[in-house]
């Protein structure tokens, strides 16, 4: 009877399929097809709305909310066994009911908004998956089915931004958004097999119950999983600068990803974890001075913005940073409530984004004249922090020099394996197996020669030279900072 | 008829290395050559029907190896033809038979003249991989995996797409060649290590080394050739560079079969691992650290590829490199989760290869410099390709997450550090696979590409949309394939560390 439950986030699923079959199929493509699009899309989340308000009826009346409903298993192999199951309790009930509440109203405003567009099918297909997602996120009972609502609210995301995909900006906009996401996703699943290994299970309630018994290391270790997974879903510090330039998308999906929904997962995932991370009281301090540096971030950037959706997109921000903070002092309930509330008003904020021009007054409101003085923060504030340069500098230079010189070592060494074809002047260049034939042939000549012909001296000397120029070549390479570093991560990974 | 039936009854096994065998001779002396495609359609997909009762009679509750054929073929060495499969093989079977049908079907175009000898050729080679497969006899086993080499050297060379096709025949010749001693050593020392006297033959081996295993010392160099045998075919760095030399040489049929059919790390499973088991395990760092090199070189390499060909088989190479490190932590999680994954080639590895082809086909190149907003013309085919390589990423709700799961789970119990290194090479994953998307994909039309060019053909459509329906169908319910092969891998498990 229980499995009933998992209707809920399956049903949008199940539509945005429904909508690729007919896609690929071709019978609802086009103008014709929007209104049969539009009622599934609708029609499959309304169903999904009324059942959590059936449970949420059933919790008023029964005032306990149903807890861990386990619904059957997933995968079960040696020390991997997972099962698929849901926390039906207030954090997920609550957050669900209003989430669908949201993204229906977000449907029925995209009806007319994408009317006639090319991608009209194809937008409401990433919307359902989305919504899925979220749902599954939300009412997910232990950390793997919430990594998989998690996985795709990032490839939905993905989708959505790169929706005009004949704007290169968009596309690569979505790129970095994806893979800045990627750096969180690692977090969570080194989270996940963490806590299989060391808490012996992936529910919400293992975790509390074992983290104790945890050295502080450890759990150190395993908490900042979560931590980088929420952070840079919430597009906090230092992962702030993806969001800003996520909506590329159409409004209204700009609306529920960046402004009211998806932006708060990596709050809701702490929220969730609350019990865990509150046996961790070092961490507390972490998370305040991160929530510090976001608000910081996002109040100087969103000073300097000139378009509607940018500055609603770093208040946002600002927001978010502020439910850490007050997640960082204790406040989970306040916390739970600010996300509610902060996702209604800014729903409605960014819907209303394109008509803003038409409702504001004529004089627009300037900054205050006190942060005049701050004019030194303005061209940081306008460099969004330097955060993408830094990135840039730190990670993505270093990786593709790295590859570089892997795709160099690479062509070296094929080169020894099996030479070269047969070149433009008719010579055949040997591979190793000739070349060692060769040099076995030559060397035997040369010692031959330099041993008992000549002075064995110089042959000596020759033979230090070379070694000597071999080391500076390796001193050369460990000047180089990103080899350095590698060594060093391959030190610690070795110790480890 | 009815004493066919009869025949078949008790050599289901031969019977499925020999029907493509016979079907590629058939083909090859076909009078009229307008009917060898479809022909050739048939004899695949009569060859999947056979491997899937084949699979259905297994008893999977059974660990041991069923359906067994056995006959003396060289009494003086005491050498038999010997098959049979246990639940560690017989998923494979169907993988092949499936594999080799969607390969012909989707060839439909692909080969320009001459199918008769083209489509032969990959009759022959799937009767060898089946052979491969079920062979219970080392030289058995020994002969099919050498025998492949000749297929796979004339569909390079004579249908090959890239202008060094001849050298890249013959250095995969050379290559497998040099692999192919290092296996006969290990597998000759083996047999003659054998306490009752010479033996090739795969059970009495492994009963020798549960019941009562050759020391160390001389396990460690068995190991050591066996290895250095099958890392060729893995590929593991850095016996891997025939690789990139052959899918930019050969036809897209041969590289998804190579790509899509693990040979290798079916050999180190099958052999390798469970005939010197102490041996394996003393030296698990070396192959948890090929394996880790496996996963970062590769990545790093498709990083800097444009051509998609190249880009897939590093991504192929780094996705192997997390399997064998898998292994190295001799797990059931390991196990189950390395044998997910292998399925995971065939599923989404060739595929991706299919498509690499369809779209060469289309534009005569696979490489971004001429490619770029794809999307716009061939929607369907953007679609799959976007959805089969987040599937080689591991999303969720695909085949490729189960697997990767288990597999990060063993790896974190037996080898932490690289597991974490390992879970770079899952960022440099994304990197390599959305920016190629990015270019060649999306973005504005590249003004060299028709307005009109097709998108996916029916019959093209139809092997995509099979093989993405059976990811999402593992990705959802894995245990299917994990159950089915629990008994034979816990009587592997049981080979391997004993009690």
């Not at chain 1, 290391?217 to 997974?229: D, E, H, K, M």
């Not at chain 1, 509330?341 to 819907?351: C, D, Y």
């Not at chain 2, 990959?122 to 995996?145: H, N, Q, S, Y």
């Not at chain 2, 093209?460 to 169908?473: A, D, K, P, R, Y």
Request: charged share 10%.
């Amino acid at each position: 009877m229980n499995t009933i439950y998992v209707l809920i986030p399956l049903l949008p699923w199940l539509a945005a399929l429904w909508l690729a079959i007919g896609y690929v199929g071709g019978w609802n493509r086009g103008e014709a097809g929007e209104r049969e699009s539009a009622w599934i899309a609708i029609g499959a989340t309304l169903c999904s709305l009324l059942g959590l308000l059936w449970l949420d009826g059933q919790w008023l009346v029964t005032t306990a909310p149903f807890g861990q409903v386990p619904l059957w298993p997933w995968l079960d192999s040696g020390s991997y066994q997972i099962a698929i199951e849901l926390s039906l309790d207030r954090i997920g009930l609550l957050l669900a009911t209003l989430a669908s509440l949201l993204a229906l109203m977000t449907l029925r405003f995209s009806v007319h908004y994408l009317h006639r567009e090319a991608g009209f099918q194809r937008f409401f297909m990433v919307l359902l998956l989305f919504i899925g997602a979220l749902l599954l996120f939300l009412l997910a009972g232990n950390t793997v089915i919430a990594f998989v609502g998690w996985e795709l609210m990032g490839l939905s995301s993905y989708l959505l931004i790169g929706y005009s995909f004949d704007r290169t900006t968009a596309t690569s906009h979505a790129a970095q958004a994806l893979i800045t996401n990627r750096f969180g996703d690692v977090g969570f699943l080194v989270a996940i097999m963490l806590s299989l290994l060391w808490c012996h299970g992936s529910a919400w309630s293992d975790l509390s119950q074992n983290i104790s018994q945890l050295d502080t290391l450890r759990s150190g270790i395993l908490i900042t999983g979560f931590v980088v997974a929420a952070l840079a879903k919430s597009a906090l510090f230092p992962f702030s600068s993806w969001i800003s330039r996520a909506l590329e998308g159409p409004t209204p999906s700009s609306a529920i990803f960046y402004g009211s929904l998806m932006v708060h997962a990596g709050i809701i995932l702490l929220l969730r974890l609350a019990p865990v991370v509150e046996q961790l009281p070092g961490l507390m301090p972490v998370l305040a001075g991160l929530a510090l540096l976001s608000i910081a971030y996002s109040l100087a950037s969103g000073l300097v913005q000139s378009d509607v959706k940018s500055t609603l997109i770093f208040s946002t921000q600002t927001q978010v940073g502020l439910m850490l903070l007050a997640y960082s002092l204790g406040w989970f309930d306040w916390v739970l409530w600010h996300v509610m509330l902060h996702a209604i008003w800014r729903a409605w904020q960014f819907l209303m984004a394109p008509s803003e021009l038409h409702l504001l007054p004529e004089a627009i409101q300037q900054p205050p004249p006190k942060s005049a003085r701050f004019d030194w923060l303005y061209p940081i504030a306008l460099q969004r922090f330097y955060l993408d340069a830094l990135a840039t500098w730190m990670v993505v230079r270093p990786s593709q020099a790295l590859a570089r010189d892997a795709s160099r070592f690479e062509a070296r060494l094929s080169y020894r394996l099996h030479g070269a074809p047969q070149t433009s002047n008719n010579e055949h260049e040997h591979s190793i197996a000739g070349q060692l034939l060769q040099r076995w042939a030559d060397y035997s000549v040369a010692i031959e020669q330099r041993l008992l012909l000549h002075n064995a001296t110089a042959g000596i000397q020759q033979i230090w030279s070379y070694l000597a120029h071999r080391l500076l070549l390796l001193d050369h390479l460990l000047s180089q900072p990103r080899y350095l570093v590698l060594l060093l991560l391959v030190a610690f990974l070795i110790i480890l | 008829m009815n004493a066919m039936s009869s025949w078949l009854d008790g050599h289901w096994l031969t019977g499925l290395i020999a029907w493509p065998l016979v079907a590629a001779l058939l083909l090859w002396g076909w009078p009229n050559r307008h009917q060898v495609r479809p022909l050739a359609v048939v004899a695949t997909l009569l060859e999947l029907l056979g491997s899937l009762i084949v699979v259905a009679t297994v008893q999977p509750h059974q660990g041991g190896f069923q359906l067994m054929e056995r006959s003396d073929w060289i009494p003086s060495l005491n050498i038999h033809y010997h098959l049979g499969i246990d639940g560690l093989s017989a998923p494979f079977l169907p993988a092949t038979a499936l594999l080799f049908t969607a390969v012909v079907v989707g060839s439909w175009r692909l080969v320009p003249a001459s199918y008769q000898l083209y489509f032969a050729l990959l009759l022959v080679l799937e009767g060898l991989m089946i052979g491969i497969f079920t062979a219970l006899d080392t030289i058995l086993f020994f002969i099919f995996w050498e025998l492949t080499i000749i297929p796979i050297y004339f569909l390079i060379s004579l249908y090959g797409i890239g202008p060094q096709r001849r050298f890249a025949a013959i250095q995969y010749t050379l290559f497998m060649l040099a692999g192919g001693v290092a296996l006969l050593a290990g597998l000759v020392l083996l047999a003659l290590h054998h306490p009752g006297g010479v033996s090739f033959d795969l059970p009495q081996l492994l009963v020798q080394s549960l019941t009562q295993p050759h020391p160390v010392a001389i396990q460690i160099p068995i190991f050591l050739l066996l290895l250095v045998g099958f890392a060729v075919k893995v590929p593991l760095f850095p016996l891997h560079s025939w690789l990139p030399l052959v899918v930019m040489a050969g036809p897209f049929a041969l590289s998804a079969t190579l790509v899509g059919l693990k040979l290798g790390v079916y050999g180190l499973i099958r052999f390798a691992l469970p005939l010197a088991p102490q041996a394996a395990q003393q030296l698990h760092w070396l192959l948890a650290g090929l394996g880790v090199i496996g996963v970062i070189y590769g990545a790093l390499l498709a990083m800097v590829q444009s051509n998609l060909r190249q880009l897939l088989a590093f991504s192929s190479m780094s996705h192997v490199g997390l399997v064998v490190l898998s292994l190295a932590s001799f797990s059931m999680a390991g196990l189950q989760g390395a044998l997910l994954q292998l399925l995971n080639f065939t599923l989404i590895g060739s595929i991706l290869f299919l498509i690499a082809g369809f779209i060469h086909y289309r534009l005569g190149s696979t490489d971004w410099i001429h490619l770029g907003g794809l999307a716009r013309v061939m929607p369907i085919t953007s679609s799959f390709a976007l959805l089969f390589g987040m599937a080689s990423m591991a999303l969720p709700m695909t085949a490729g997450f189960p697997a990767e799961q288990l597999m990060l789970a063993a790896i974190f119990q037996s080898h932490i550090g690289p597991g974490l290194a390992a879970l770079g090479g899952q960022i440099l994953a994304a990197t390599y696979f959305i920016q190629y998307y990015r270019r060649a994909f999306l973005g504005p039309l590249n003004s060299s590409i028709a307005t009109d060019t097709p998108d996916l053909y029916r019959h093209e459509q139809l092997i995509v949309m099979l093989f993405f329906m059976l990811v999402l169908g593992i990705g959802i319910v894995p245990s299917v394939v994990v159950d089915w092969t629990r008994p034979s891998a816990q009587a592997w498990l049981l080979g391997m560390i004993g009690h």
